[in-house]
């Protein structure tokens, strides 16, 4: 398979594939959740479930003094990381022609310079959030094969798409190709690992902090 073909089936079939899998895939797991059900409270309402869910959401998101001094690196890396990968992965105007395929909406993109610096703090937070994990001795404890697959599956697309960008290496139908390949298998993996986190992480939180409004109990 010459680069050009490897190209047109990362574009064509394989994204179709890897698509499918991806929206199949989280549709069942959310599904899975709802379906769960829980058994009807017959304790009398001493909260409000609503409201406590949504301040729950709101406290879990920022952390406490306590815990911020305890884990500083994994909070503050983890954030820069989320945050400045958001910046390319919806601001870069190649991924938002992508979605305007996709959904059929666009908007306006930002300098590629812009975009490629945030590129760049992200990959560098990444590598920040690997190096904590592997040379602090409690989460080094807690690491899994997991973890390591869903960082490194994450860090790929980054770091591909910075080589595409710049043509680093290969020839750039070489590059994309590789990039998009690097995409589609996160995208498969996706709803099967912690990466599910995305959609399930702000339900999961709003539900306990349900819970505890209902009981009356501060969470």
Not at 140 to 168: M, Q
Request: net charge positive; aromatic share 12%.
């Amino acid at each position: 398979m010459t680069e050009i073909e490897l190209l047109s089936w990362a574009r064509g079939p394989g994204l179709q594939i890897a698509t499918i899998v991806f929206v199949a895939g989280v549709v069942i797991r959310i599904l899975e959740i709802l379906l769960l059900g829980r058994k009807a409270n017959l304790a009398e309402a001493k909260g409000s479930e609503m409201s406590n869910g949504l301040r729950t959401i709101v406290t879990r998101t920022i952390p406490d003094k306590t815990t911020f001094k305890r884990s500083s690196v994994t909070i503050v890396s983890g954030y820069v990381f989320h945050i400045a990968m958001f910046i390319p992965l919806f601001f870069f105007a190649p991924h938002i022609l992508f979605f305007k395929d996709v959904i059929g909406v666009s908007w306006p993109s930002l300098p590629g310079a812009v975009v490629d610096a945030f590129a760049v703090i992200s990959i560098i937070a990444m590598i920040a959030v690997l190096i904590n994990r592997l040379t602090n001795r409690v989460m080094r404890y807690l690491t899994n094969f997991e973890d390591l697959l869903v960082w490194l599956l994450t860090f790929l697309p980054l770091i591909t798409g910075y080589f595409a960008f710049h043509r680093i290496g290969l020839t750039a139908p070489s590059l994309l190709a590789i990039h998009l390949l690097s995409v589609e298998v996160l995208l498969i993996v996706f709803p099967f690992t912690k990466l599910m986190h995305t959609f399930t992480l702000f339900l999961a939180r709003w539900y306990n902090g349900a819970i505890s409004g209902y009981r009356g109990v501060a969470s």
